[in-house]
């Protein structure tokens, strides 16, 4: 018993002075190498971190300085269509009609059709919206909620019916061309780039008009115009606002550059009242 007991011990202390023997200068060595290396690999894991996160914020930056970009207030997102479409289907008469010309055009731009019948929109009485597809979305909503629902229907490539009046909207191209009404309903077709969602005025908002406007001649005229603030009237104290009822329909809404020195002032000659373009200057 006293011999294990000895020999125990023995192993023991062999191994606690096995331990504590001081490492070799070779040993020292390797191990001052697998230390530098391992720090090497820390500070590269490091700078990539840093690097990754310089990135982002420069990413962000640029992202920021593309939201702030100004541009000029004659560029608007406008739906994408044949302007000779809407030309084709000429101004209301002189017995009024301007809604039923509203769902022709919006029916123009939606299917891209042309020489479309207003009438075929008609009951004899007054316009069936669901003829057309389309149904009043304003309802009693105020003001700044019924915009940002023409903004919105706009956005997702739909041509909205507004009813205005007074001196509703000016001539695009010529805005001392002022248009007056009592009553009348214009199709919504795009709104300024830079406006203020939040803040929504209706002279953000481009359009076209089946009244016959500022004309070159007894046989041409120009449907599009810009929206006065003053142009939003009600109906026994509501808004109205039309949109179409077909969930398959989308156009796109491109960015365009209102060029005032070319319009369609003819139907013989339909120059587009705007031009589409990817950077406008």
Not at 26 to 52: F, G, S
Request: aromatic share 12%.
């Amino acid at each position: 018993m006293k011999k294990l007991l000895f020999l125990l011990l023995l192993f023991i202390t062999v191994s606690i002075l096995l331990i504590k023997r001081p490492f070799s200068h070779e040993q020292k060595e390797t191990i001052k190498k697998n230390d530098e290396v391992k720090n090497a690999e820390t500070e590269n894991k490091d700078q990539q971190i840093i690097n990754t996160s310089s990135e982002n914020t420069n990413e962000n930056a640029n992202q920021e300085t593309a939201v702030l970009t100004v541009y000029p207030d004659d560029v608007y997102n406008i739906l994408d269509f044949d302007r000779r479409n809407i030309l084709s289907i000429g101004e209301q008469d002189e017995w009024g009609h301007c809604s039923i010309y509203c769902l022709a055009y919006a029916q123009a731009i939606l299917y891209n059709r042309n020489n479309i019948d207003p009438y075929s929109y008609y009951d004899g009485e007054g316009a069936v919206w669901r003829w057309a597809d389309y149904k009043d979305i304003a309802l009693d909503n105020p003001l700044p909620v019924v915009l940002q629902s023409a903004y919105d229907e706009i956005s997702k490539g739909i041509p909205v019916l507004f009813y205005v009046g007074d001196s509703y909207a000016k001539t695009a191209g010529h805005e001392e061309i002022i248009r007056e009404a009592s009553e009348h309903y214009v199709l919504l077709i795009g709104y300024r780039l830079n406006a203020d969602y939040n803040n929504l005025k209706a002279s953000d908002f481009y359009a076209a008009d089946p009244a016959s406007g500022y004309k070159i001649n007894q046989d041409a005229y120009t449907p599009w115009v810009i929206l006065t603030d003053s142009a939003p009237k009600t109906i026994n104290g509501e808004y109205a606002l039309f949109t179409s009822d077909d969930p398959d329909l989308h156009v796109p809404v491109v960015k365009a550059y209102i060029d005032t020195s070319r319009w369609a002032d003819s139907v013989s000659d339909p120059i587009p009242a705007f031009y589409y373009q990817n950077n406008p200057s």
